[in-house]
């Protein structure tokens, strides 16, 4: 992990087209903005993770339907 200090009104450049700027500090919370194309997906941690588990879910439920009707199809 990298980390790097950064004051009010600073940015840290991701790659080419990812920027992070820190738009202010207040006690122990950080408000950053993102700046990023459109086909950047931006999530919060626990965002990421709810969307992953989903189509993890998804996913299981598809192949049982596709156990199902490849059953049938035995028959």
Do not use: C, Y
């Not at 950064?6 to 500090?25: H, P, T, Y």
């Not at 207040?26 to 408000?31: I, L, N, R, S, T």
């Not at 919060?44 to 490849?70: G, M, P, Y």
């Amino acid at each position: 992990m990298l980390v790097l200090s950064r004051k009010k009104n600073q940015s840290i450049m991701i790659g080419d087209q990812v920027e992070l700027k820190i738009l202010s500090v207040e006690g122990d919370q950080v408000k950053i903005g993102i700046v990023a194309p459109k086909s950047v997906k931006v999530h919060r941690t626990e965002v990421f993770e709810a969307i992953k588990a989903q189509n993890e879910k998804s996913l299981t439920i598809s192949l049982d339907v596709l156990d199902q009707l490849n059953f049938k199809k035995n028959d």
